[in-house]
């Protein structure tokens, strides 16, 4: 099993910037891709971004040149860096992880965190 845990979401003004963080424990050997997921009130979890054990990554368009995703497979952590948001980017986020070699939309993730709040306000 693997284990994972949020941080660093909270309350910020649009433009601001937050980042989260997500700390992964137990059996980490068998994970992959990592990445972060968000869903809205009304609205289906979406993925936002994605990154690979060997540091590729993916983004919703609609994070594209805001957002940034990154790991420390040392460390055994990943990151979402999030600028200039948006009353849009309000929502829970959620990491995940895969045993697969990449996260995409189809993936289905092995294992999530809890959720974190992100509210951004006007």
């Known amino acids: 099993q693997v284990q994972l845990v949020e941080s660093g979401g909270g309350l910020v003004q649009a433009g601001g910037s937050l980042r989260l963080s997500c700390a992964a424990s137990?059996?980490?050997?068998?994970?992959?891709?990592m990445g972060w997921y968000r869903q809205a009130p009304g609205k289906q979890r979406e993925l936002v971004a994605a990154?690979?054990?060997?540091?590729?990554?993916n983004y919703a368009d609609s994070v594209k040149g805001r957002f940034t995703i990154s790991r420390d497979n040392a460390e055994n952590m990943v990151y979402l860096q999030m600028n200039s948001l948006k009353r849009e980017d309000t929502a829970v986020y959620y990491c995940a992880a895969t045993m697969s070699i990449v996260l995409v939309t189809t993936t289905r993730p092995d294992y999530w965190g809890q959720g974190i709040q992100v509210t951004v306000s006007s």
């Open positions: 990154i690979t054990r060997g540091g590729l990554t």
């Open positions: 137990g059996s980490i050997f068998s994970i992959n891709a």
